[in-house]
């Protein structure tokens, strides 16, 4: 183990983009540790330049394949890319994900990609708070595009996709309960849709489907004026990428243009205040007498009171 | 619209069984509502009778049809069953899942089974304090057992099927990613495994996987000296059904006959309590002047203040 290194020095490090302090700080968010927060708060304040892209789709949908190509394509255009993976199934562990065509080792040896999976159980302060600190991180050490991919299910998970600044839902042709998740609360959250697979016969079925879902729900789009595009991609033979890269690049010009984005801004605010709220009561709890845990818990496990009350006496006791 | 009728006289209806008084009070713990919040707190305390069943599995594992015919296996038996499904591609429509083997309207029609699907996106107290609201409504009107089925994707949703007696981990042949998001988190989480489709030639290889799994990692039940069983199952042929059923019974008539029983009853008791406490904080956030929610997201948004501050700031004002 390497001596424990107080969380302000990291924060000067990660400022000169030291991976290491990255990744430090990072798990110290996710293990919600104390000693870390001013250095959050502080790296927050300093923060704020880059662009987030939210990447969701259910599982199956080629999301990982797309975050890896698009990673790729992103470099070649000079950007340093952070890609954030909140999914239990993400491939990201420098096997291949495309066989030969493109290695996510690669990927992991460039200097200007820091890729970084989120466990998604155990997280001690909940898995979004440990996210959106995580963007702050790669933020402030000068990732100029934040990557963050989680899977298309899951309460918390479509809201941290949502909490980006462009979003793009991943389908594919195939997967036949898909379209229906969709509808149940992902179609409305995209900036951008893309198919995947479009290398497959079916894939266009999929295609007309989307954009069929589009016009007929056209209040979806969370920027008025801006219109929802369908991409097809294949990451296979390549096509799509160039296309969603300018799909991508005109939606945050188009997004920062407009009077609506200090909407997104806020209710992006919202989510993470919300998320940090939980966090610091939750830990007000975990850290009062074994005693008021053991008695409040049990009082609710008896059915002595109601969880209504006990929550009551929770978020008092947090003032003390 | 029929006329508003207070929530306390619903409760009085519910508890005869009423089925439109249990469906709308489920609604208002859905919305969140402060008028049905004393009448929520009277049937947590009046309720705690019924086995509640947590049933999760990736997209595509067949958890519905298992639902569905874990029903009526249970309805056969002479218990009530109530059903909470938590997943936006639950197919409870009322249409056919297994061809014309087991109709879900079958289901519907019988007075002894309640379904109901649970809004994903949107529920404003959060997914998983209106599913623990909905057990308490199910168990305080006479179902002997609940089943709640999640999708096993999202923090929220996977903690939701552990906050149940007995947890249910379903898998299926033929999913690539399925068995790493197993590993990932869910795998710890079952008493019971449950091995779908296995009228597929492919099935065998998934039952042998679970069980090395369950043999490399030999702590993993939740109750020491229970001994996480694995059980092979054809919705389409039946087989494996009256073994599941077995285990069930197993499952239940172990954990309350042990002293770790409590240990899990505790920290389901603390996961309530954890869900309710966020709710009431969001709660009180939402009705708090528009100046003030205006001004704090505001300062946050601009990086005027960190989230920590401000979360601190909003933990203070709750108790005005």
């Not at 199934?89 to 291949?96: E, F, I, R």
């Not at 997967?175 to 079916?202: F, P, T, W, Y």
């Not at 818990?297 to 006496?313: C, G, V, W």
Request: charged share 25%; hydrophobic share 40%; glycine share 10%.
């Amino acid at each position: 183990m390497s001596p424990y290194v107080p969380s302000g020095e990291l924060v000067e490090r990660a400022a000169t983009g030291e991976t290491a302090a990255i990744g430090r700080l990072i798990s110290r968010a996710e293990a919600n540790m104390a000693e870390a927060r001013g250095a959050l708060a502080e790296i927050y304040l300093r923060a704020g330049r880059s662009h987030v892209i939210g990447i969701t789709g259910v599982p199956g949908s080629g999301k990982s394949t797309l975050v890896a190509s698009l990673t790729a394509k992103l470099r070649r255009k000079g950007s340093k890319v952070g890609v954030i993976a909140v999914d239990p199934s993400s491939p990201y562990s420098g096997g291949a994900i495309l066989g030969d065509r493109i290695r996510m080792s690669d990927l992991v040896m460039d200097p200007g990609v820091y890729i970084r999976s989120m466990a998604t159980h155990g997280s001690v302060g909940g898995l979004a708070h440990a996210t959106l600190s995580a963007i702050d991180i790669l933020d402030f050490a000068g990732f100029d595009t934040i990557i963050v991919e989680t899977v298309g299910v899951g309460q918390d998970e479509v809201e941290i996709a949502k909490a980006s600044h462009t979003t793009i839902v991943v389908s594919a042709p195939g997967l036949g309960d898909e379209i229906q998740a969709i509808k149940a609360g992902m179609l409305e959250i995209a900036d951008i849709h893309v198919v995947s697979k479009c290398d497959r016969s079916d894939a266009n079925k999929t295609l007309v489907d989307i954009k069929q879902m589009l016009t007929l729900d056209a209040a979806t789009s969370r920027l008025p004026a801006w219109r929802t595009p369908v991409v097809g991609l294949s990451s296979y033979t390549g096509d799509g990428y160039p296309e969603l890269v300018e799909e991508i690049e005109k939606h945050r010009a188009f997004a920062s243009g407009v009077k609506p984005s200090a909407a997104r801004e806020a209710s992006i605010a919202s989510f993470r205040l919300q998320k940090t709220a939980e966090t610091l009561l939750m830990d007000r709890f975990a850290t009062s007498s074994a005693r008021f845990r053991k008695s409040i818990t049990e009082r609710l496990q008896k059915r002595e009171s109601d969880p209504y009350s006990l929550a009551n006496e929770l978020l008092t006791l947090s003032l003390g």
